[in-house]
């Protein structure tokens, strides 16, 4: 089979990165029922677990492996034998198994988080891709910190773990610290500097520090990379990670970027939500995609000309992520267009003059009562109403 060029391949932390926000933590049959939805999603792979980290991580993994049969199964592991044995071990049953194995690249983690050298830390990862491989094909190295790494060095670390066998070479911005043209230069730089680099595909795994997760991951697939990490909702670590949904309906959004997933993306409101209640953790209502008024309409100038055509102020239909439906929120700032779009859909037509005059007293009514509902419109015109 070609090898698509313009594929990007979608992988989950959701169950990793995602599970480690404090608070977050699930049991094994949780994640074996979100490992089955992000199946359904279309994930390429899902990191399921850091099996050495506990026994019930160990577990979940051994359980994700026999639940799914599509995407890949990815454990985690530091740069050590110890990792690397539980990886393999907890990935017995996976029907296709991937071992991520990494350590440091900035100067920052090899002196002071490592207390090591920059020669020691690069023998340390090729030995670790190694031992890996003597069990599992397929190895993902992930360069920590390599957000704020020495390019030349990253370079020399990327070359030397694929030619010692990762399939995979992940960039993790790991503290959200890059711009978008930095991270972007970066993922530039490797591609056309490590002689190697076409036996391995780049991957983009970035945090939110500073907002900046999914902008960084776009700049990464606009100059080579091919695999997005991410998490739904954008949970992770302190600010969290990038969103799948937002990159995945990027993609779609801009067609010009020539990129696609094969994610199914009506599914993404629903395992939202799902994710929302299993790891106790609300998703804010602005939050871009998922947000309950991402697709809430509410002053007067955009209720207008969105009932004049949705597309004056949607960019993406609520359907196509699954959203039960756009709303036209009534609120102070609203306008005359909406409130008559509301009476209609409750069966009431008025004429001009009545619709001036029901405007003005819901205009007094919103001011001082913040949600509206259908109760409070019925009121409103309940003397027409009686006299018609
Ligand atoms: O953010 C990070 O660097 C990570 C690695 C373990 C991939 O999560
Ligand atoms: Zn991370």
Redesign the pocket.
């Known amino acids: 089979m070609l090898h698509d060029p313009n594929r990007v391949y979608v992988f989950d932390?959701t169950l990793?990165?995602g599970e480690q926000v404090p608070g977050c933590q699930l049991t094994t049959p949780e994640k074996i029922e979100i490992a089955k939805e992000l199946e359904l999603l279309g994930v390429d792979i899902i990191e399921a677990g850091f099996p050495v980290s506990s026994p019930g991580d160990f577990n979940s993994v051994v359980e994700i492996s026999k639940a799914v049969k599509e995407p890949t199964v990815c454990a985690?592991t530091r740069a050590n034998k110890g990792d690397i044995d539980a990886a393999i071990e907890s990935l017995k049953y996976a029907k296709r198994p991937r071992i991520?194995t990494?350590i440091g690249s900035s100067d920052m983690h090899i002196k002071h988080k490592f207390n090591s050298t920059r020669e020691e830390i690069l023998e340390r990862a090729v030995e670790a891709v190694k031992y890996a491989k003597r069990a599992v094909e397929d190895i993902e190295f992930?360069a920590?910190?390599?957000g704020r790494a020495d390019v030349e060095y990253l370079a020399k670390m990327v070359e030397a773990v694929i030619a010692a066998g990762a399939t995979v070479v992940?960039i993790?911005?790991?503290?959200g610290y890059c711009l978008p043209d930095q991270y972007g230069s970066k993922i530039k730089f490797l591609k056309e500097n490590v002689k190697n680099i076409d036996k391995a595909i780049i991957s983009v795994?970035c945090?939110n520090d500073l907002g900046l997760a999914t902008a960084n991951s776009i700049a990464g697939l606009q100059n080579g990379a091919r695999q997005i990490?991410g998490t739904i909702n954008g949970i992770?670590?302190r600010a969290g990670?990038t969103s799948i949904e937002e990159v995945v309906m990027i993609l779609k959004t801009h067609q010009v970027l020539g990129l696609h997933t094969q994610i199914d993306s009506k599914r993404f409101y629903e395992l939202s939500q799902m994710i929302r209640t299993q790891m106790r953790m609300p998703v804010q209502p602005n939050k871009a995609i998922v947000g309950a008024n991402a697709f809430a309409h509410s002053s007067g100038i955009h209720q207008d000309g969105f009932l004049k055509m949705r597309e004056n102020y949607e960019i993406i239909r609520p359907e196509d992520v699954g959203f039960p439906s756009a709303s036209i929120v009534l609120t102070a700032r609203s306008g005359r267009h909406a409130l008559k779009f509301h009476l209609e859909r409750l069966g009431i037509n008025l004429s001009k003059e009545e619709l001036a005059e029901a405007y003005n007293n819901f205009l007094t009514l919103a001011d001082v009562k913040l949600d509206i509902n259908d109760h409070d419109l019925l009121s409103l015109v309940a003397h027409k109403l009686v006299k018609n």
């Open positions: 932390t990793r990165d985690l991520h990494g992930y920590e910190d390599a992940n993790p911005d790991t503290n795994h945090h990490e992770g670590e990670n």
